[in-house]
């Protein structure tokens, strides 16, 4: 049923306000902690290249939920999506490891 607004929701990262993008960033953390891996992986996929612009954002706590969001992506991947994600995933590990410098601690960790 969630399938549903996913449009409407990632759209919200290009067009919302910092608050708006932060909420939408919730509901899908809460979205896919409520789903089964099996059910999360194929939304996962689709939904992982959606934070990386906000990985650079000037809001720190908008900064923090994209990076955790993706880290719940990442983990929610099984199967034939994982082998697909590879590639991807080695080409963002190098803004990330940039961020490991982050003035934010919690961004950094």
Do not use: W, Y
Request: charged share 25%; proline share 6%; with cysteine.
């Amino acid at each position: 049923k969630m399938q549903v607004l996913l449009p409407h929701l990632m759209e919200v990262f290009q067009e919302g306000n910092t608050d708006i993008k932060m909420k939408a960033l919730l509901v899908f953390r809460n979205m896919m902690a409520h789903l089964k891996r099996k059910e999360a992986s194929p939304i996962a996929v689709q939904l992982l290249e959606e934070p990386l612009p906000l990985f650079d954002d000037e809001s720190s706590p908008l900064r923090e939920l994209s990076i955790c969001l993706f880290r719940d992506l990442l983990e929610s991947v099984v199967g034939s999506g994982k082998k697909r994600m590879k590639n991807f995933v080695q080409s963002v590990l190098v803004p990330l490891f940039f961020r490991m410098s982050d003035q934010t601690d919690s961004i950094a960790k």
